[in-house]
């Protein structure tokens, strides 16, 4: 179990924040692991044919199925959230110093090297070591050219569920505070006085120190929590609420009395609209032009079936409860 101790200060400096650097390296694990009759199954039968042109060998030897993973492979994201190639380039700046120590730290990390290759893995890292600046560079192209094959397809689901889960969390922090946060957050997490409780497969204890402590929700963290100590920003990562529906396919509506009276592609945004997307979102997954879709996202608003809300430069939609009952009904 691990514990972080937190001061009034910490409890100030709260904060959410989640990046498609994070969902890349936390999926590595995922894949690792490939439980394909596991939650995240259906992502991996689509994935196996893709990453050819990546070299996995180095990305898995970095992520391993379990124990530490360097800390430089995620960066603190500035705001809360930002793109890929951003995470990239603060991931191209990390300095030299940095890589080293956490990829020795990996290198010598008994539970993260459990399990066949390690002797491959060992002459990998010394290759690694020997030219940090080479690694580096190399290791951002890989991640680059995995996120594309792997996660980028996905991403305005992934995305939309993340905000989804972003906006339950300041509202259960704004309802209930504190407790009832960390309370709902994971079962693992459990809020004791001034410590935050975390069950770990090892033991530790570690001060926040009017860092703060920045929360992370990650679709492929699942299903655990994942814990960071690191300066400048502590961290914990955690799956979104609503995850078991990450995979599930919109239904066919062709054929559906909902399709015969507002049209099939209508229907299929309703059907889609489970959780709140953006047109760019939604654009990806139906593949439309966005002039398109905003014409019938206008008329289902009129009716009063969906409802939209501003997100920064984003707008949300999502079904109300008459499109719920439209969509259940069907």
């Not at 990046?19 to 890349?24: G, I, R, Y």
């Not at 991640?143 to 305005?156: C, D, G, I, S, T």
């Not at 920003?233 to 509506?253: C, H, I, K, N």
Request: hydrophobic share 45%; net charge neutral; proline share 7%.
């Amino acid at each position: 179990m691990i514990e972080l101790e937190f001061t009034p200060e910490d409890y100030r400096r709260i904060r959410f924040a989640f990046s498609p650097v994070a969902e890349a390296v936390a999926s590595l694990r995922a894949y690792s692991l490939g439980r394909r009759n596991g939650l995240h199954g259906p992502w991996l039968t689509t994935v196996a044919d893709r990453l050819g042109g990546v070299d996995m060998e180095l990305l898995t030897a970095l992520v391993r199925p379990t124990g530490y993973v360097p800390d430089f492979l995620v960066p603190t994201p500035p705001g809360r959230t930002t793109s890929m190639a951003a995470s990239l380039a603060q991931v191209a700046d990390t300095d030299m110093d940095t890589v080293v120590h956490e990829l020795s730290h990996l290198a010598g990390h008994e539970v993260a090297q459990r399990g066949p290759g390690r002797e491959r893995r060992a002459d990998l890292m010394r290759e690694l070591l020997a030219d940090p600046a080479r690694a580096r560079g190399r290791i951002v192209d890989e991640l680059a050219a995995y996120f594309r094959a792997a996660v980028e397809p996905h991403w305005p689901r992934i995305h939309a569920l993340l905000r989804a889960d972003l906006t339950h969390r300041l509202d259960e922090l704004a309802t209930g505070g504190v407790a009832r946060l960390f309370a709902t957050l994971h079962p693992s997490v459990a809020m004791r006085g001034d410590l935050l409780t975390i069950v770990k497969y090892y033991e530790g204890r570690a001060r926040l120190r009017e860092r703060g402590l920045l929360l992370v929700p990650c679709a492929f963290a699942w299903p655990d929590v994942l814990v960071s100590t690191a300066d400048p920003l502590p961290s914990l990562t955690y799956s979104p609420r609503g995850l078991g529906r990450l995979w599930e396919s919109a239904p066919d509506v062709t054929d559906s009395p909902l399709a015969d009276v507002m049209g099939r592609t209508r229907a299929t945004i309703l059907a889609l609209l489970e959780l709140p997307m953006s047109t760019t979102q939604l654009a990806a997954q139906l593949a439309l032009a966005a002039p398109t879709l905003n014409v019938h996202l206008r008329s289902l608003r009129a009716a009063g079936i969906l409802s939209s809300r501003r997100d920064g430069r984003a707008v949300l939609y999502q079904r109300t409860a008459l499109g719920d009952q439209l969509v259940a009904a069907n």
